[in-house]
């Protein structure tokens, strides 16, 4: 019985997976302009519809940040006193930021403030996107995504910044070793494209953030001297480096409430 219950579940979704994966044809190996949403489904029963009325179109917000110094967003620690950055901002840092912003500018302690607040940052009224890398070529700014796990390169000569190497193959192809290196004689295994692809008219091509390692000491303020084993290491994103995203608010009541 439970088999046939996963088997009934898989056979309901699998309608899901043919939307999806027409639209990754579409978009992505046809070139075919996505269609622009018109409206975005409220959280049932936590967004009031005085900030999401019925049939308003939602307000679609382009987020660029520029970094003026370095940041760094740890995942985890690497080692006990080693901290890695993520290659992006996530969205709950984006939020985090502008409800620390707002809880600053606004007294909390009035009710009619405090119930926006929560609307907006918690009841998902506003909608905080991650923020990706995006490539600067004065005067223009191209956007960029991860890369897609379905696209493999060459271990040996790999697809990097404008240098595609010995070519982008798809994840379903059989093969598992690079055709060039192959044809030479070689073992250069196909692996996953790293950073994030570009997105622009042209030919795509990669970035990765930069990174900078930065090395700190914890001084004994009582004794003024550096406690034995307390060196941190952090590697983070450097200052100077832009991140795009895009926040989209429920409502224009909802937009004009968050400015």
């Known amino acids: 019985r439970e088999a046939r219950g996963a088997v009934n579940q898989m056979a309901e979704r699998r ?28 959280p049932q029963g936590l967004v009031p519809s005085e900030f999401a009325p019925s049939g ?33 901002i996530p969205g709950s840092v984006v939020l985090g930021v502008l409800a620390n912003l707002a809880a600053q500018r606004c007294d909390l302690t009035d009710g009619d403030n405090y119930r926006d607040f929560v609307r907006l940052f918690l009841r998902g009224a506003v909608l905080f996107p991650s923020l990706y890398p995006a490539h600067f070529q004065s005067p223009n700014l191209f956007p960029a995504i991860p890369a897609p796990l379905v696209l493999r390169t060459c271990s040996a000569v790999p697809w990097e910044k404008e240098d595609e190497g010995h070519g982008v193959y798809e994840a379903w192809d059989e093969t598992a070793v690079c ?19 570009v997105l622009r008219r042209r030919a795509p091509y990669t970035i990765n953030p930069t990174e900078a390692v930065e090395l700190h000491i914890q001084v004994d303020p009582a004794r003024g001297r550096v406690e034995p084993g307390k060196l941190y290491g952090y590697r983070s994103l450097s200052a100077g480096q832009y991140f795009v995203g895009e926040m989209v608010c429920l409502g224009e009541n909802s937009w004009q409430r968050l400015k």
């Open 56 to 88: 308003q179109p939602p307000v679609r917000v382009r987020v660029i940040v520029r970094l003026d110094e370095p940041v760094l967003v740890a995942g985890r620690a690497e080692a006990g006193n080693q901290y890695q950055t993520l290659p992006y």
């Open 15 to 42: 309608p899901w997976e043919d939307w999806f994966l027409e639209r990754f044809r579409e978009r992505w190996l046809s070139g075919k302009p996505a269609e622009i949403f018109t409206s975005v489904p409220a």
């Open 179 to 197: 055709p060039i290196c192959k044809a030479g004689g070689l073992d250069g295994r196909l692996e996953p494209v790293t950073g994030f692809v």
